[in-house]
């Protein structure tokens, strides 16, 4: 069974639309994560929610919102997509709040966001 | 602030030789927790080792070991007897204990060669 799913696993789409991106971990994981890839491998965090509150969100245009309806989906949606935006976008999750080794993060296989 | 730093954008290994991947990290913090993450072509993130910054013994998984210097902040990770399917983008990985927020590296392009 696939512990967390990201769909879709491709996007592609013109500039200015708004797109979302589902994601659920069937691993009773309490955290949830949004990393961006860019084009050159950097792999930064976006956002994190614990027990469906928000508790990380780094510098990220407002375009983008994560929304949490329980603790096993976090969807990112993006509005009015820019060029800049075309990267893969990872969901990841983990047990707890870091405190030992089993909150590592577990990925999904990332979703490829292609702006035209 | 903390920062991840691989200074080997790319290396290269031959099939069953040993390569030794490197990572340094800056923090002023004492616990902690550090990872090897591997990325291949089907770009699936995988962890590969962890090690926990209070252990002086370093981790090993198999064929995949590191050499963690706590003083120095160096986490380099050690790969025995390459495959080709070892071949990927490796990342290394920091976690403050208690903290939500992962940070890495640039990555390290791993080529094996038959």
């Known amino acids: 069974d696939t512990a967390v799913s990201q769909t879709p696993k491709y996007l592609v789409t013109q500039m200015g639309n708004d797109k979302s991106i589902k994601c659920e971990q069937n691993?009773?994981?309490?955290?949830m994560y949004w990393y961006k890839q860019d084009s050159k491998k950097f792999l930064k965090i976006m956002f994190s929610?614990?027990?469906?509150?928000?508790?990380i969100n780094e510098t990220v245009p407002n375009r983008f919102s994560p929304k949490s309806p329980d603790k096993a989906h976090l969807n990112l949606h993006i509005n009015s997509l820019e060029l800049g935006d075309s990267a893969v976008y990872f969901c990841?999750?983990?047990?707890?709040?870091?405190?030992?080794?089993?909150?590592?993060?577990?990925f999904g296989p990332g979703t490829r966001l292609t702006v035209l | 602030a903390q920062t991840v730093t691989q200074s080997q954008p790319e290396m290269s290994v031959q099939e069953a030789e040993t390569v030794t991947l490197s990572c340094t990290y800056d923090?002023?913090?004492?616990?902690?927790?550090l990872f090897w993450y591997k990325q291949p072509p089907s770009r699936q993130m995988i962890l590969v080792i962890r090690?926990?910054?209070?252990?002086?013994q370093n981790a090993t998984e198999n064929r995949f070991s590191v050499n963690f210097q706590k003083a120095a902040k160096s986490f380099s990770l050690k790969i025995s007897d390459s495959q080709l399917g070892d071949a990927a983008m490796y990342f290394c990985?920091?976690?403050?204990?208690?903290?939500?927020?992962?940070?890495f590296g640039a990555g390290t392009r791993l080529f094996v060669k038959a």
């Open positions: 990985a920091y976690r403050i204990t208690g903290g939500f927020k992962t940070i």
């Open positions: 923090t002023s913090e004492s616990d902690y927790y």
């Open positions: 990841a999750s983990s047990r707890g709040q870091g405190r030992s080794t089993q909150d590592t993060q577990y």
């Open positions: 691993l009773g994981h309490d955290t």
């Open positions: 090690q926990e910054a209070y252990k002086q």
């Open positions: 929610y614990n027990n469906k509150e928000l508790i």
